[in-house]
């Protein structure tokens, strides 16, 4: 590992600090060497340099949790990152995972490094200490997208929170089943959930280092969009996660996972085109690993399908391998003790599907396929929210759990709500990760919203944003979202009531928040 170092100046002042400590005897719980917090932290691996940022807030970028997984180490457990001599400048993002750039088939080029598992820390620059821990992890359908891609300065600054975010292993090289990977000892190896275990590795360094930087590594909440919600699921069933994190947060996710068999047979797929790509039949099985492992990334990936956003059209999904995740998936639901009884928020946005489809929307038919879109999304939202919330509701000790759904943006004949047009609301509305922006103060984060978030609006879109984050804020502090303006976020208790859920919506001018039903 390249490591810059800082000035002799620098060296000298925490030399004097570390003495001064010492000499005066006061460190405490969280406090390294009883040193105020500020930029200069030391790790379990080495000393980090970190940088002022926006928002009053201090961050720490491209932090090491895990020793690349290139060469013999692709399609292995993560291993313990190397420990390092001097300063380590922690200023820049580091690469995003290996993974398709474009948003339409056929003009994707392949981008990113093997070479990529790292975190990113903010906080607000004060010396608050204990402080929650907002561990996030970005969707993409488990095949784009990066921890680069979100202001973790907004939430940290805003919500007096120490924000992680990571970056994971994506793709086939994230999640990869193949009997030849499962011939050594080291179960994890042969898992196939790599990316699975990316994600555990970073919490792990979350309860090694992060009372370092003032935040409290009892008080942990896990939270994901999209395929960053089905990991966070997929963590809540993992028996590998317990006293991890402690509150979670699962935004248009779901407890979604394939079985082996099923992701078996699309990587012997994968391996007879290579194959035949290199005009090879005489590989024998004791090969096959070390085939795989000396093809390129763009051979690999190459061999898959990408779709919209530069995603693969083979979305895949954590693994019910029975050693990272539980071999019935889903149904560890039904056992509160083989899933992690914590508060736990789940939502969706109510119109989610029509992102997936607009590239079919047809003016002359729009009503037709506002109501399609509408029914597939209350599907959705039914399998992957309602239908977990009241399995884990029926059980004693289940810790609170709440529900919300995004109706910002969704089509209203009378009016459009924020669409500048009867069309683009139809087309767009309350769409999949429209949650974000508002969730993260980050505008508009996907061009395609830009025409929902305007000047004329912004009043009622921010007004909805910090009532959203507020409540967030509370959740993580508390495990209760609690009361926002008056409205109190009430507990799901899955009896399918006209109050089951709360709804997110604004006008031009303020927020528009109030319990109901969907």
Same mark, same amino acid.
Request: glycine content about 8%.
């Given at each position: 590992m390249s490591v810059k170092r800082v000035s002799k100046l620098g060296l000298l002042f925490f030399s004097m600090s570390l003495i001064l400590s010492v000499l005066s005897g006061c460190a405490t719980k969280g406090e390294a060497h009883g040193d105020s917090l500020g930029l200069l932290v030391q790790t379990d691996k080495g000393l980090v340099q970190g940088? +002022?940022? +926006?928002?009053?807030?201090?961050?720490?970028?491209?932090?090491?949790?895990?020793?690349?997984?290139? $060469? @013999?180490?692709?399609?292995?457990?993560?291993?313990?990152? *190397?420990?390092?001599? !001097?300063?380590? @400048?922690? %200023? *820049?993002?580091?690469? /995003?995972?290996?993974? =398709?750039?474009?948003? =339409?088939?056929? *003009?994707?080029? /392949?981008?990113?490094?093997?070479?990529?598992?790292?975190?990113?820390?903010?906080?607000?620059?004060?010396?608050?200490?204990?402080?929650? /821990?907002?561990?996030?992890?970005? !969707?993409?359908? #488990?095949?784009v997208g990066s921890a680069s891609e979100y202001e973790g300065q907004n939430i940290a600054g805003k919500s007096?929170?120490?924000? /992680? %975010? &990571? #970056?994971?292993?994506?793709?086939?090289l994230g999640w990869f089943s193949h009997p030849a990977l499962r011939e050594g000892e080291n179960s994890l190896d042969g898992s196939g959930n790599y990316g699975t275990m990316d994600m555990i590795k970073a919490l792990q360094w979350?309860?090694?280092? &992060?009372?370092? =930087?003032?935040g409290n590594p009892d008080n942990v909440m896990i939270a994901g969009e999209s395929a960053g919600g089905f990991n966070v699921c997929s963590l809540l069933v993992s028996p590998r996660t317990e006293g991890l994190f402690h509150k979670a947060m699962s935004q248009s996710g779901g407890f979604n996972m394939v079985p082996v068999s099923q992701a078996d047979e699309s990587s012997e797929r994968v391996l007879n085109e290579m194959l035949a790509a290199d005009g090879r039949t005489d590989i024998g099985e004791s090969e096959i690993a070390a085939y795989l492992r000396s093809k390129s990334v763009d051979e690999l990936l190459n061999m898959y399908h990408p779709g919209g956003f530069g995603m693969l059209a083979d979305q895949l999904m954590p693994l019910m391998d029975g050693t990272v995740l539980p071999s019935n998936g889903? @149904?560890?639901?039904?056992?509160?003790?083989?899933?992690?009884?914590?508060?736990? &928020?789940?939502?969706?946005?109510?119109?989610?599907?029509?992102? =997936?489809n607009y590239f079919t929307f047809d003016p002359a038919a729009a009503q037709e396929y506002q109501a399609n879109m509408v029914a597939m999304s209350g599907f959705m939202i039914k399998n992957a929210v309602d239908n977990p919330l009241t399995a884990m509701a029926a059980h004693e000790n289940q810790p609170a759990l709440y529900?919300?759904?995004?109706?910002? $943006?969704?089509?209203?004949?009378? !009016?459009?709500?924020?669409?500048?047009?009867?069309?683009s609301a139809i087309q767009f509305g309350a769409c999949h990760a429209l949650d974000l922006p508002l969730v993260w103060a980050q505008y508009p984060y996907l061009d395609i919203y830009r025409g929902i978030f305007r000047p @004329?609006?912004?009043?009622?879109? %921010?007004?909805?944003?910090?009532?959203?984050?507020?409540?967030?804020?509370?959740?993580a502090y508390t495990g209760n979202p609690g009361t926002v303006n008056g409205v109190t976020w009430e507990a799901w208790n899955g009896?399918?009531?006209?109050?089951?859920? &709360?709804?997110f919506d604004a006008d031009s001018t303020e927020a528009l928040i109030a319990m109901g039903g969907k």
């Open positions: 940088a +002022e940022d +926006e928002k009053e807030t201090w961050s720490w970028k491209g932090i090491p949790f895990a020793k690349p997984p290139v $060469g @013999e180490l692709r399609w292995k457990a993560p291993r313990e990152p *190397e420990a390092w001599t !001097g300063v380590l @400048e922690t %200023t *820049e993002f580091s690469p /995003v995972a290996p993974q =398709f750039d474009g948003n =339409f088939p056929g *003009e994707q080029s /392949v981008i990113g490094s093997e070479d990529c598992l790292y975190l990113n820390v903010w906080r607000p620059r004060t010396q608050e200490r204990d402080l929650p /821990v907002y561990f996030w992890i970005h !969707g993409g359908a #488990n095949s007096h929170m120490v924000v /992680v %975010t &990571i #970056n994971y292993r994506l793709g086939p979350v309860q090694t280092n &992060i009372e370092a =930087f003032g889903a @149904e560890a639901l039904n056992d509160p003790a083989t899933y992690r009884q914590v508060p736990l &928020i789940m939502g969706a946005n109510k119109e989610e599907m029509k992102l =997936f529900a919300y759904q995004l109706n910002y $943006g969704a089509y209203n004949k009378d !009016g459009y709500n924020a669409w500048p047009d009867e069309n @004329e609006n912004e009043k009622g879109y %921010t007004a909805l944003s910090d009532a959203m984050m507020a409540y967030i804020a509370q959740f009896d399918g009531g006209a109050a089951e859920r &709360i709804l």
